[in-house]
């Protein structure tokens, strides 16, 4: 008996990451079968499925949006079917992949909440492990907003939407494999009033021939202990307006815009390599930073550093 139950326990997460074609180790899985019983995982997943949902068709599997639990009427999310302690081998073993995290954040919302708490955090860590620290050296050890949030800021280029944050400009967001955020890049967009404070701004995501809008770029950013800062501290100084209707792309908080405070210093367009005039972003309340340029041809780049 227990032979099939560490069997079945093994069967079913290799299942469940056969869909997604994603190797089980062999040290995973015997991992895994110390904190799974047969009976849970079994109700688990069948209670997911469905009573009717042929096995056949168990790779054809999608998940949908849910608001409520799916596992049972009577199921108690917060204790949850499978132990945190699982799930986190599980996504350990697979590199803290977020598409996943998303995927499974989707199910229910206990597995929403474990996403946000535990694996959003540790991929944040994982992929940007010397910026996770610094960030978390303020003495809260907190991270504006949620992991989440600085999880997607960290993949996604938020693009936008005709009439929406960048007026005019229409290009769709997507997911960016890797991006490099720099704390030296960042002192290039704060004024000298504020150079004290820090920011990580990532290299522009590139957006070649956009019709009369050139060549566009979108960068993105964070603040450290954003409430603390001299920008924000200027900005309400200012009496600077949030924006009427649009939020932040990541958190969705309410947005300050600096080119409406008069707090875009020349040498943002410098780091960017854009026109000095094409340089705009937006700063949430929770330290995020959205922004666009329009990038300056490679050949008046060059013509500019020969006459530098």
Known sequence: MKQFSIELQINTITFFLSHFSLPLSPSLSLSLSLHFSASSVFLHFCAFLGP???YSKMREMIITKQYRCVHSSSCQCTKGHLSEDAIFL????????PKLIATLSCVCKWFDDLAKRVLWKEFCRTRAPKMMID???SGTHSIDGNWSALGKLLIHCSGCKKGGLFKNVHIPGHFVYRTRFSKTSGKSFLLPQCINDILYVSDPCEHLDQGEEGDIGFFRGVFKS???????RMLINKGAQLHPTEVCPY???RLWSMLQANMIPQTASCRLGSYEECVDYHVCLNGHMVGICTLLPLSDSEGASEKE
């Not at 599980?90 to 992949?97: C, G, Q, R």
């Not at 954003?226 to 924000?232: I, L």
């Open 251 to 253: 958190c969705k908080a």
């Open 90 to 97: 599980v996504f350990n073993n697979l590199n803290w992949n």
């Open 226 to 232: 954003f409430a603390t800062t001299n920008v924000r």
């Open 52 to 54: 009717n949902y042929p």
């Open 135 to 137: 960030l978390q050296t």
